[in-house]
């Protein structure tokens, strides 16, 4: 059976080493509740809460998965009363305002615990992961009423929250939404429409559900510029603000899934549904989207989450399961076979794992100080500095979405390879992983269209090449500061040529797309892929420097944690950034290969 064991050591690494929050903290207007002692309270509590409420709960809940019967969706065994302890615990407030009910944490805090949660038991924590993008959306657009009606009950996690979308016609392409919102006398709106593919849209662990949802008013014009952004309780409040009777929201259906099996994925049917428009008229695309840059950055902890939990439970595995001798002698005289973690191969998918993980984390956690930012624009009512933070995340996202669920797709493959034919067998949770690890890369935009987004939209259309020539620049700034330190020659020299090379690729891009125009979409896979190892190669040499500085001057854990960093920064450099070369090379290629066969072609058998 899967285990879990929240890796505090690396966290900590990363929050007072690497990054040095207790400074970043002093920058906020609420990261005086931010001090070590109370940082140190809340990992201890999530992680015993991840650790053994919810990990325990994760394979059983997958084999049960949830009920649908007239219209009314039942969560799996112990679900229900792991939700409640979360409450208890006012987990869900972590990080919001305290007139709202909520602690007034730094937002990263929120981001760390949902990574702990998310990889002790992604589908139980999927609840209340909507429920945030919800809150989020409310304290940037709503009105002041909205949000004394809504936000405590969502802070406390009383109530639980969503977002509405996809409909059957459409799926990214926002512009095809058909669901209507007639307005009513009374400064209300009568929605009717489906929803499709909407995760908690309907369970048992809360009283009531808050829907955020993407609709048209009548005299919208067609498109994205037409959509407006609706606040739709499933239960009406009363005059005093409790749940009261059903409004016109109801499950038709919910979806049988290759994976995440216990987070109910439903169909919603919008009746005459009572609703309430957020923000202005015909720009909920621009709302929306706060709500889901925040379910993407929670999307892309899914990917580091299925790394770390392949990674935990594939290395004792290894150092159990015996096979043959390794190639370079008998390892272990005194048994049968040596254990496989000695063969090389085994090591391979074992460092692969661990430097994902490792890495992604540091990803993560250097992205939650631009929302720690982001969100302090929103507490001052500043939205130019909000907008600064947002932009900065915004380019990141794409990266930290499309990149890391794919890493977690290759690092659940691992896992399964590593334990051979009991990684395709259920009661192992090595098959589990694989299975919920496939939809982080088709939810909230798939890998395509967060690389479209990066490429086309983010580095070309809105800046011309310059977020990449910024980003860039804070590398070699970095690199820089290292360039006399023989140990970190080897870091700071490929990525040097790294960075020279990923502005002269994005030149190159810009330039062939005047006459290749579907260059842009032919090559966007190749170049998220191309930054994503980048990125994480700059953060593998980041870290490297601190445990580098540590194993000379002494740090709070043992040279051997310190001594593990350094090495699997080296393996990373070593086996892993290569393979930027094939992805440089395959996305300068033109497009004609991709777009010379007929469409006559394609067919199979007629």
Known sequence: MLSYKAPLRDMKFLLNDVFDYQTH????????????????????????????????????????????????VTTPKGYKEAYQQFVEGGWQGLSYPEEY???????????????MNGTANWTWTMYAGLTTGCINTLLQYGTDEQKDLYLPKLVD?????????????????????????????DGSYKLNGTKIFISGGEHDLTENIIHIVLA????????????????????????????????????????????IRSSATCVLNFDDAVGYLIGEPHKGLKAMFTFMNTARIGTAIQGIAHCELAFQN????????????????VKDPDQVADAIIHHADVRRMLLTMKAFAEGGRSMIYHSARYADKMAQGIADGNNEEFEKWDDKLGFYTPILKGFLTELGIEAAKHGQQIYGGHGYIKEWGMELIARDARIATLYEGTT????????????????????IRDYTASIMKWCGEYALDKNMRKYVWALTKLCAEWNTLTVRLMLSARKDREIISAASDDYLMYSG?????????????????????????????????VQTAEFYFDKILPRTSGYAESMLTPSESMTAMDIESFAFLE
């Open 25 to 72: 903290y002093q920058d906020l207007s609420n990261g005086a509740n931010a001090d070590p002692e109370t940082v140190d309270m809340i990992l201890n509590g999530v992680a015993d809460f991840s650790e053994n409420v919810i990990a325990p709960l994760y394979q059983p809940a997958d084999e049960e998965g949830c009920h649908f019967k007239d219209g009314v």
């Open 101 to 115: 009910g909520g602690m007034n944490l730094p937002m990263s805090l929120n981001l760390i615990k949902s990574e």
């Open 157 to 185: 996690g009383s109530w639980a929250g969503t977002m509405c979308l996809t409909e059957p016609q459409c799926g990214t392409d926002l512009g095809q939404v058909k669901t209507k919102a007639e307005p009513l006398d």
């Open 216 to 259: 048209r008013l009548p005299d919208a014009p067609e498109g994205t510029r037409g959509i407006s952004l609706f606040v739709v309780p499933k239960m009406l409040l009363t005059a005093d603000g409790e749940a009261g009777e059903r409004n016109g929201v109801t499950c038709g259906s919910i979806e049988h899934k290759m994976g």
């Open 314 to 329: 594939a290395l004792p595995y290894a150092k159990e399961r015996r096979s043959m001798r390794t190639l370079s002698g």
């Open 448 to 467: 395509g269209v967060q690389a479209l987004d990066l490429l086309g939209r983010k580095v070309i259309l809105q800046s011309k090449g310059k977020a």
């Open 533 to 565: 190892y980048v990125t994480m190669g700059y953060h593998w040499a980041r870290m490297a420097a601190i445990a580098l500085e540590k194993l000379e001057n002494g740090g709070t854990e043992a040279p051997e944690f310190y001594k593990a960093k």
